[in-house]
């Protein structure tokens, strides 16, 4: 058993070993690519991967960014491009404004897992529906038959990239009488797109989404770059033609543009390459949870990297000496519906009335998009902080699955948001009258006395029975009466 992170070292330590035998020299430092919309933990995994092979991680870098610098390093004319970069196993879209060496990542989207692997896959069981149909023979049962499925399969596919029809064979299967028997099929490209139709339309949420963000329309674009071998379906392409009403930019090979503009990265970090400048951003917000299960957000997706940022918070009862911090990443309102990234207790508070106590949190990206989260209470100084690096108990989540979420969601977490904020400013209204009769009992008149218990009364009988517009409105009311005290 293997962790994912080994399975990487074992696929880096083989990397490095080849480049070695081929330069006649140690291999130390790398410079590794991951797709735009690897989320911390992901990214952190990699870095750990690179470690545990050896190798000192000089950078971790957008896979859509690599490709920039692969076309857009000699250019001097200002341009805005749009990668969009489909490989096997994701599906990355990054805008980009570069030229004079300067480069600007405006935004990025994704789905994490989206790439020709489905596209084999969906293949792959047609291919086997077909076959058991013909003959009666399900190639599922049979793991070795399968897998030769799979890979004659995946080479048609690539086929149908340059042919209109190609034939698939796979030779002897024993069928379901015991005969050994070749199974052939003549399969022609509009078939492999009608079949694939959905997986292409899923394309068209995170090209969207990119563009909103960086407040961009489709004729924005001067160009876009295609990344990765399955931008070589035509289907594809045209897809991309119908959406921008221009021709992809495919001068470079798609297979080798990620590669290029990670060695000029090397290049830049190794001082052999100069005057370019690279602006990365982060994917995802990042926050921390607050009262009421809200998430609070300090740092905004698509914030440029590195960049940090820091937000003050207080305690939620009285004569609260400790703190537990929940930072989490993501988009929607509520904790529960983001991922959770990692948790840590600051200890020592003073002990105050609620509200009173000040803690600073703060986020620090680096350039490889890691992050570190640090917690000060201002009166003592007391800090605790982490570095977001356990990856491996993290959620699982997709992060293209989140902006969707987010945006089909945004009205009813809004709702929620505002009813949990309700609930919260209920509860903090009661405290501050309760306090107010307690300091000021002897100098109010008692009908003016009655009148405050009462309104108090009243409110927690509306946060009992959750009533959320007679929350506000006993809320409103109470307000108006101990703010005349």
């Known amino acids: 058993t293997f962790t994912p992170q080994e399975i990487s070292a074992i696929i880096l330590r083989k990397i490095k070993s080849d480049a070695e035998n081929y330069l006649g020299d140690h291999v130390e430092k790398a410079v590794i690519t991951v797709p735009a919309y690897f989320n911390n933990r992901q990214r952190q995994a990699t870095k750990e991967a690179g470690i545990l092979a050896g190798l000192h991680v000089m950078r971790i870098i957008n896979e859509p960014t690599a490709a920039s610098l692969a076309y857009g390093l000699h250019r001097e004319d200002i341009q805005t491009i749009l990668i969009w970069d489909l490989g096997g196993g994701t599906f990355d879209v990054s805008i980009l404004e570069l030229g004079d060496g300067f480069f ?17 896959e969906r293949f792959t069981q047609y291919l086997a529906d077909t076959f058991f149909s013909e003959c009666g023979y399900d190639v599922r049962t049979d793991k070795m038959a399968l897998q030769s499925l799979r890979e004659v399969g995946e080479k048609a596919k690539r086929e149908l990239s340059y042919r209109y029809k190609t034939g698939i064979s796979l030779p002897l299967v024993r069928n379901d009488t015991g005969e050994i028997t070749n199974l052939e099929v003549m399969i022609n490209r509009e078939t492999f797109d009608i079949i694939t139709e ?4 899923k394309l068209l949420g995170p090209t969207r989404q990119a563009l909103s963000d960086a407040g961009l329309n489709p004729g924005d674009i ?14 594809v392409r045209r897809m991309v033609e119908d959406v921008f009403h221009k021709r992809p930019y495919t001068q470079i090979n798609p297979d080798e543009v990620v590669a290029i503009g990670a060695a000029v990265q090397a290049g830049i970090l190794m001082r052999e390459i100069e005057d370019v400048v690279l602006v990365d951003v982060t994917p995802l917000s990042l926050g921390i949870e607050t009262q009421g299960g809200l998430f609070s957000k300090i740092l905004p997706r698509n914030s440029t990297v590195p960049t940090s940022a ?3 918070v207080t305690t939620a009862e009285d004569n609260q000496t400790e703190m537990d911090i929940h930072i989490l990443q993501g988009e929607r309102e509520m904790v529960t519906d983001n991922i959770s990234l990692g948790q840590f207790q600051l200890n020592d508070i003073p002990p105050m009335p609620r509200g009173k106590a000040q803690v600073e949190i703060s986020f620090e990206i680096d350039i490889d998009g890691i992050v570190k989260v640090s917690a000060q209470d201002l009166f003592t100084e007391n800090q605790m902080n982490i570095t977001i690096n356990d990856s491996h108990l993290l959620s699982d989540k997709e992060v293209e699955e989140m902006i969707t979420d987010a945006e089909s969601h945004a009205e009813d977490d809004m709702k929620g948001r505002d009813e949990v904020e309700i609930h919260i400013l209920a509860e903090r209204t009661i405290h501050a009258a309760q306090k107010a009769i307690e ?6 008149a008692t009908p003016y006395l009655f009148d405050i218990q009462r309104n108090i009364s009243e409110l927690k009988k509306a946060l009992v029975e959750n009533e959320s517009g007679l929350i506000r409105n006993k809320t409103v009311e109470l307000r108006k009466w101990f ?3």
Not at 198 to 201: F, H, S
């Open 483 to 485: 703010e005349t005290v």
């Open 222 to 235: 001067d160009r876009i770059v295609l990344v990765g071998g399955s931008t070589r379906m035509p289907a």
């Open 104 to 120: 600007q990542v405006k935004a990025v989207c994704g789905d994490t897992r989206l790439g020709g692997d489905d596209w084999d």
């Open 439 to 444: 300091e000021k009992k002897s100098e109010m």
């Open 198 to 201: 959905d997986l292409r339309k």
């Open 310 to 312: 820091s937000k003050i």
